[in-house]
């Protein structure tokens, strides 16, 4: 099921040079190279949609590590971390035929873009993003990058630069999407139409996967325990012990009920969406058992689930020129497309052209 958004993407570009559109709607998503290892959350909410759109739309994903910079961060581990993250897409199953699978600082348009984005933004809007609201609190406002406070404007650009119809994420990332549709619809009525205004693709289910330890909050990176967070390079049976110790409540009925009972709820939606079984299969086979059967049979599932991925997440940096050569066609691809929006925008805002 997709988003709730009802809006269609409504498709703005130039039909100028006569060209038919592309057959497929075009998607395109990001994932920040911050963590080292993505977690359950990033894979179930987002990465795992991002596989199975290469076989229906026209795929571009890629690892921002223009964002990941509005932190700060260790040049050695952001260099080693954008390659993991880009051997994890591949692992998770991400296939460079199906997709154009790139690194964002390799495609200059992203910054250039987001500049005129940002021109276009007024800095109350920007001042309402709660993202940054939430980051800059934890470091203390003072601190935070000019960076930071900008970032959902270079997502804007990201998505806009590609005519993306459609934004797989998960819910946290639905205020930038709203965002992305704002500033393209005023940049295409000021300036004509330019821009293809896009829409979240966010899948109810799993749009928002909890913490096993607190199944009020989302997993997330900076959560306060490390036991409610599952990293997918962690070892198997690290894995294990943290479904097994998962917070449940003092009932024992397994029953899907968000409301009053989050951590099972939570349990049954990463167990469905992991086997394919529905919920109410799973209810029906836990019935009469505690949640001691679920969570020991969610625990097998989670490392059968993770096993190969850190094989195949291994093999892929084990051949770091490939992984980079491979990198650097999807990069190319990409820049094919961004420049020709790039372009098209900066004649609209009425730059002179630069001659080559
Ligand atoms: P990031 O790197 O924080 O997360 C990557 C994706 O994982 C999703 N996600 C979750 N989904 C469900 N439950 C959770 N607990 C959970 N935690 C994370 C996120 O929603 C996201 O889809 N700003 C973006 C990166 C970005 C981007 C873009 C995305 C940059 N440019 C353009 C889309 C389009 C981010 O920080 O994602």
């Given at each position: 099921?997709?988003s709730?958004?009802?809006?269609?993407a409504a498709?703005?570009?130039p039909q100028?040079d006569?060209?038919?559109p592309p057959a497929r709607?075009r998607?395109?998503?990001?994932?920040?190279p911050?963590?080292?290892s993505?977690?359950?959350?990033?894979?179930?909410?987002?990465?795992?949609?991002w596989?199975?759109l290469q076989?229906?739309h026209?795929a571009?994903?890629?690892?921002?590590?223009l964002?990941a910079i509005?932190v700060?961060q260790?040049?050695?581990?952001?260099r080693?971390n954008?390659?993991?993250?880009a051997a994890?897409?591949?692992?998770?199953g991400l296939?460079?035929?199906?997709c154009?699978l790139?690194v964002q600082?390799?495609?200059p348009?992203?910054?250039?873009?987001a500049?005129?984005?940002?021109?276009l933004?007024?800095?109350?809007?920007?001042s309402?993003m709660?993202?940054?609201?939430?980051?800059?609190?934890?470091?203390g406002?003072d601190r935070a990058s000019?960076?930071l406070?900008?970032y959902?404007?270079l997502?804007v650009?990201?998505?806009l630069l590609?005519?993306a119809?459609?934004v797989?994420?998960?819910?946290?990332q639905r205020?930038?999407?709203?965002?992305t549709r704002d500033?393209?619809?005023?940049?295409n009525?000021?300036?004509?139409r330019?821009?293809?205004v896009?829409?979240?693709?966010i899948l109810?289910?799993?749009?928002k996967i909890?913490?096993?330890?607190?199944?009020s909050i989302k997993?997330s990176?900076?959560?306060?325990?490390p036991k409610?967070l599952i990293?997918?390079?962690?070892?198997?049976?690290t894995?294990?012990?943290?479904v097994k110790?998962?917070v449940?409540?003092?009932?024992?009925?397994?029953r899907?009920?968000a409301?009053?009972?989050?951590?099972?709820s939570?349990?049954?939606?990463?167990?469905?969406t992991l086997t394919?079984?529905s919920?109410?299969?799973l209810?029906q086979?836990?019935?009469?058992?505690g949640?001691g059967?679920?969570?020991t049979?969610?625990a097998?599932?989670?490392v059968?689930?993770?096993t190969p991925?850190r094989t195949r997440?291994?093999q892929?940096?084990?051949?770091p020129e490939?992984l980079?050569?491979l990198?650097?066609?999807?990069?190319e691809k990409a820049?094919?497309?961004a420049?020709?929006?790039?372009?098209?925008a900066y004649?609209?805002?009425?730059?002179?052209p630069?001659?080559?």
């Amino acid at each position: 099921m997709a988003s709730s958004d009802p809006t269609p993407a409504a498709d703005h570009r130039p039909q100028g040079d006569g060209s038919a559109p592309p057959a497929r709607p075009r998607v395109l998503s990001g994932i920040q190279p911050t963590a080292g290892s993505f977690h359950l959350g990033n894979y179930l909410g987002a990465v795992r949609q991002w596989v199975a759109l290469q076989d229906t739309h026209d795929a571009f994903y890629m690892v921002v590590d223009l964002h990941a910079i509005t932190v700060p961060q260790d040049p050695a581990e952001l260099r080693a971390n954008t390659r993991l993250a880009a051997a994890q897409l591949l692992a998770a199953g991400l296939d460079p035929e199906r997709c154009t699978l790139f690194v964002q600082s390799h495609v200059p348009e992203h910054a250039q873009l987001a500049w005129v984005m940002n021109c276009l933004t007024g800095f109350g809007e920007a001042s309402r993003m709660t993202q940054f609201k939430d980051k800059s609190a934890k470091q203390g406002a003072d601190r935070a990058s000019v960076g930071l406070f900008t970032y959902p404007i270079l997502q804007v650009a990201d998505i806009l630069l590609y005519q993306a119809h459609e934004v797989p994420v998960g819910e946290d990332q639905r205020q930038h999407i709203e965002l992305t549709r704002d500033l393209a619809e005023r940049f295409n009525s000021r300036f004509g139409r330019t821009f293809t205004v896009p829409r979240p693709h966010i899948l109810k289910e799993v749009a928002k996967i909890y913490d096993l330890q607190d199944p009020s909050i989302k997993m997330s990176k900076s959560a306060s325990t490390p036991k409610g967070l599952i990293n997918l390079l962690d070892e198997p049976r690290t894995t294990a012990k943290k479904v097994k110790s998962a917070v449940t409540d003092t009932d024992t009925v397994i029953r899907y009920d968000a409301e009053a009972k989050p951590g099972v709820s939570n349990l049954l939606t990463v167990y469905s969406t992991l086997t394919g079984a529905s919920v109410a299969e799973l209810e029906q086979k836990y019935e009469g058992k505690g949640y001691g059967a679920l969570k020991t049979d969610l625990a097998e599932v989670m490392v059968d689930f993770v096993t190969p991925f850190r094989t195949r997440t291994q093999q892929y940096l084990d051949d770091p020129e490939t992984l980079d050569s491979l990198l650097a066609k999807g990069a190319e691809k990409a820049r094919s497309v961004a420049a020709e929006t790039l372009a098209s925008a900066y004649d609209k805002v009425g730059f002179v052209p630069a001659k080559h």
